[in-house]
């Protein structure tokens, strides 16, 4: 009965308590609330990103992943055949830079102006743009074949596709070749009507590509692929780009747009760092429509340099710009061992397209054969923006609220996020700290909560007025815990859902995170929560244990408990002042030899 009276009183003091805090504390969180909110709207209004979805699949990138992201109105820098020449086999990491809109530029001889109007008819595009993962199903749920004829032989389909010949992709997507004249596209050809409208299309390009640049298909270094696609008004349009082998380029015989060429990259300004662009997309076609046109034996010792300088480097330095850890590079180099002398075939192809197309891109993306090329994993090629004194000031008081603990996290985000991008390998290992410690704080928020609830149920404790310090110091300690071990739970899920094998979902999540007024230290400030509600906590507890002991104690034992927590604060403050490179002893040195060579001054001037 004892028990369930001392439950209850608990109860009601709990229940005062609360009313108590939401009366003092609601007029200063709306304050505060409607602060941060006008503040997120002026931002907002000055620098808005909206997500720009591509016509092609979502691919997960081994080493990062970077989503493109284009204002409502952008500048469109218009993309010429670039010149002729071998990419250099170089190895950079596969480190994409975020933006905001297109780069401008001076050096390209041409003027800046938006979107260029396309033909009527046709309409160049990218293999990146290619619906090949976005086809809408088709197939019902139904039993349309019951018995399979007695000696049946033969499983091939009679349709007729005329010239064009059906070829299956390695990885099953069914796509037409004309081996004749060197055509691929992935629009079915069986259609007779399809590939009677498709045929005039061809024509035409065929006919102007002769016209502009005085090539033809048949000499087999020229390849076109074409895609029969409608506009919101349900027209026909005819998509096509065209593959130059020799110089691992494509071109087009109208102008286009980089938005899907850049990839929202920066400050692009050089034909020969656009070129790495182009031949990224090159390989992603090489990849897509696998054929016997690039050489495989040379692109096998290509890529098993690369690979082979980049195991080089993940092994003798941590600042590797690296796209793949070196568990990843072994096993792409026993793959390659794997191959042999005879790597004529698509499936051969395609492997060996996949990695070069993942190489070249980091070239773009680290502006290989510039000046001001990244070559470490840590380098950032951007200006840092001057920021106000009022969020400086702003970030320095939270970053003392939460005991220091945005600053550490934000050390740790810059190596994982430079220029608004995702090193891959850093970032599996950033997320396995991060669980490391968030599940380490849930263990010691447990045992915290438990031991508040334990010491409000002292009777000492439990027999006091309810606003006493002990009993609202306890409250308020008991809450920071709880709000700890909350959002160490929610965090550790968020970091299962964006964390190791999901890079390009994180590059989303950090991108809608730091998008807000702090950038990126408010995903550190969100990251530092656990660790700092958790010292609150123990802050508050602290507090309400030395008031409950020094206040009612005899003066003997308030003498050697007040001795002995001045120590134990001594040592405590000596040990986290070193831990954050803050010595007081060099300084105090310091102090008392400048203060010494002061005296001296003073006592040689006396007459």
């Given at each position: 009965?004892?028990?369930?009276h001392?439950v209850?009183?608990?109860?009601?003091?709990?229940r005062?308590?609360?009313?108590?805090?939401?009366r003092?504390?609601?007029?200063?969180?709306?304050?505060?609330?409607r602060?941060?909110?006008?503040?997120?709207?002026?931002?907002s209004?000055?620098?808005?990103?909206l997500?720009?979805?591509?016509?092609g699949?979502?691919e997960r990138?081994?080493?990062?992943?970077q989503?493109?992201?284009l204002?409502?109105?952008t500048?469109?820098?218009q993309?010429?055949?670039?010149?002729?020449?071998?990419?250099?086999?170089?190895?950079?990491?596969?480190l994409?830079?975020?933006?905001?809109?297109?780069?401008?530029?001076?050096?390209?001889?041409?003027?800046?102006?938006?979107?260029?109007?396309?033909?009527?008819?046709?309409?160049?595009?990218?293999?990146?743009?290619v619906?090949?993962?976005?086809?809408?199903?088709?197939?019902?749920?139904?039993?349309?074949?019951?018995?399979?004829?007695?000696?049946?032989?033969d499983?091939?389909?009679?349709?007729?596709?005329?010239?064009w010949?059906?070829?299956?992709?390695?990885?099953?997507?069914?796509?037409?070749h004309?081996?004749?004249?060197?055509?691929?596209?992935?629009?079915d050809?069986r259609?007779?009507?399809?590939?009677?409208s498709?045929?005039?299309c061809?024509?035409?390009?065929?006919?102007?590509?002769?016209h502009?640049c005085g090539?033809?298909?048949?000499?087999?270094?020229?390849?076109?692929?074409?895609?029969?696609t409608?506009?919101?008004?349900?027209?026909?349009?005819?998509?096509?780009?065209?593959?130059?082998?020799p110089?691992?380029?494509?071109?087009?015989?109208?102008?286009?747009?980089?938005?899907?060429?850049?990839?929202?990259?920066?400050?692009?300004?050089?034909?020969?760092?656009?070129?790495?662009?182009i031949q990224?997309?090159?390989?992603?076609h090489?990849?897509?429509?696998?054929?016997?046109?690039?050489?495989?034996?040379q692109l096998?010792k290509?890529?098993?340099?690369?690979?082979?300088?980049?195991?080089?480097?993940?092994?003798?330095?941590?600042?590797?710009?690296?796209?793949?850890?070196?568990?990843e590079?072994?096993?792409?180099?026993?793959?390659?061992?794997?191959?042999?002398?005879?790597?004529?075939?698509?499936?051969?192809?395609?492997?060996?397209a996949?990695f070069?197309?993942?190489?070249t891109?980091?070239?773009?993306?680290?502006?290989?054969?510039?000046?001001?090329?990244?070559?470490d994993?840590?380098?950032?090629l951007?200006?840092?923006?001057k920021?106000s004194k009022?969020?400086?000031?702003?970030?320095?008081?939270?970053?003392v609220a939460?005991?220091?603990?945005?600053r550490?996290?934000?050390?740790?985000?810059?190596?994982?996020?430079?220029?608004?991008?995702?090193?891959?390998p850093?970032?599996?290992?950033?997320?396995?700290k991060l669980?490391?410690?968030w599940?380490?704080?849930?263990?010691?928020?447990?045992?915290?909560?438990?031991?508040?609830?334990?010491f409000l149920?002292?009777p000492?404790v439990?027999?006091?007025?309810?606003?006493?310090?002990?009993?609202?110091?306890?409250y308020?300690?008991?809450?920071?815990?709880?709000g700890?071990?909350?959002?160490?739970l929610?965090?550790?899920?968020q970091n299962?859902?964006h964390?190791?094998?999901f890079?390009?979902?994180?590059?989303i999540f950090?991108?809608?995170?730091t998008?807000?007024?702090?950038?990126?230290?408010?995903?550190?400030?969100?990251?530092?929560?656990?660790y700092?509600?958790?010292?609150?906590?123990?802050?508050?507890?602290?507090?309400?244990?030395s008031?409950?002991?020094?206040?009612?104690?005899?003066?003997?034992?308030?003498?050697?408990?007040?001795?002995?927590?001045?120590?134990?604060?001594?040592f405590?403050l000596w040990?986290?002042?070193?831990?954050?490179?803050f010595?007081i002893?060099?300084?105090?040195?310091?102090?008392l030899?400048?203060?010494?060579?002061?005296?001296?001054?003073?006592?040689?001037?006396?007459?």
């Amino acid at each position: 009965m004892s028990r369930m009276h001392k439950v209850g009183g608990l109860a009601n003091r709990l229940r005062v308590f609360l009313k108590a805090l939401t009366r003092y504390v609601a007029f200063p969180l709306r304050l505060v609330h409607r602060l941060f909110h006008a503040l997120l709207q002026l931002y907002s209004r000055s620098c808005q990103f909206l997500p720009v979805q591509r016509d092609g699949r979502v691919e997960r990138v081994t080493g990062s992943f970077q989503p493109s992201l284009l204002p409502s109105k952008t500048v469109q820098l218009q993309v010429p055949p670039p010149s002729s020449g071998s990419a250099a086999n170089s190895f950079v990491s596969l480190l994409p830079v975020h933006t905001q809109a297109l780069p401008t530029s001076t050096n390209l001889g041409q003027q800046l102006h938006p979107a260029p109007s396309v033909h009527s008819v046709f309409r160049p595009f990218t293999p990146s743009q290619v619906m090949r993962y976005k086809k809408t199903p088709q197939i019902k749920r139904e039993v349309k074949l019951v018995n399979i004829p007695a000696g049946k032989r033969d499983y091939s389909d009679k349709e007729d596709s005329g010239t064009w010949r059906a070829c299956v992709h390695p990885e099953g997507a069914l796509y037409f070749h004309d081996t004749d004249r060197g055509i691929y596209t992935d629009s079915d050809m069986r259609d007779g009507e399809r590939r009677s409208s498709m045929t005039l299309c061809i024509e035409k390009l065929l006919a102007q590509l002769t016209h502009q640049c005085g090539l033809q298909l048949c000499s087999g270094d020229i390849e076109l692929v074409v895609e029969l696609t409608r506009n919101r008004n349900k027209d026909k349009v005819y998509r096509y780009y065209f593959v130059d082998h020799p110089k691992r380029l494509l071109f087009w015989l109208d102008e286009i747009s980089t938005k899907w060429i850049f990839d929202g990259v920066l400050g692009v300004e050089k034909w020969s760092h656009i070129k790495y662009a182009i031949q990224h997309q090159y390989w992603q076609h090489c990849e897509m429509y696998p054929s016997d046109r690039p050489p495989g034996a040379q692109l096998l010792k290509e890529l098993k340099e690369v690979v082979v300088h980049a195991s080089a480097e993940i092994i003798t330095t941590d600042l590797s710009l690296s796209p793949f850890d070196g568990d990843e590079l072994s096993k792409i180099l026993d793959l390659i061992d794997r191959f042999g002398d005879n790597v004529q075939g698509t499936h051969y192809t395609c492997v060996i397209a996949r990695f070069m197309r993942y190489f070249t891109r980091a070239q773009f993306f680290n502006f290989c054969g510039l000046r001001e090329a990244r070559l470490d994993a840590d380098q950032s090629l951007f200006v840092k923006e001057k920021k106000s004194k009022f969020m400086v000031a702003l970030s320095w008081a939270i970053n003392v609220a939460l005991f220091d603990a945005p600053r550490s996290h934000m050390e740790e985000l810059r190596r994982v996020w430079v220029d608004r991008s995702i090193n891959s390998p850093r970032w599996k290992n950033f997320n396995t700290k991060l669980s490391s410690e968030w599940s380490g704080i849930t263990m010691y928020s447990t045992v915290m909560v438990a031991v508040d609830v334990s010491f409000l149920a002292v009777p000492s404790v439990n027999s006091q007025d309810t606003s006493s310090v002990t009993v609202i110091t306890s409250y308020i300690s008991l809450f920071c815990i709880v709000g700890s071990l909350v959002v160490s739970l929610f965090l550790t899920r968020q970091n299962q859902l964006h964390g190791q094998e999901f890079a390009d979902t994180a590059v989303i999540f950090l991108t809608r995170v730091t998008g807000s007024v702090f950038g990126t230290k408010s995903l550190a400030m969100v990251h530092g929560l656990p660790y700092a509600m958790l010292l609150w906590g123990m802050v508050y507890f602290v507090i309400a244990f030395s008031y409950q002991v020094f206040t009612s104690t005899p003066v003997i034992t308030l003498a050697t408990t007040g001795s002995a927590c001045g120590v134990v604060a001594l040592f405590t403050l000596w040990l986290v002042s070193a831990a954050r490179d803050f010595h007081i002893l060099p300084l105090f040195q310091a102090w008392l030899e400048g203060f010494k060579d002061k005296c001296r001054k003073l006592h040689r001037t006396r007459p």
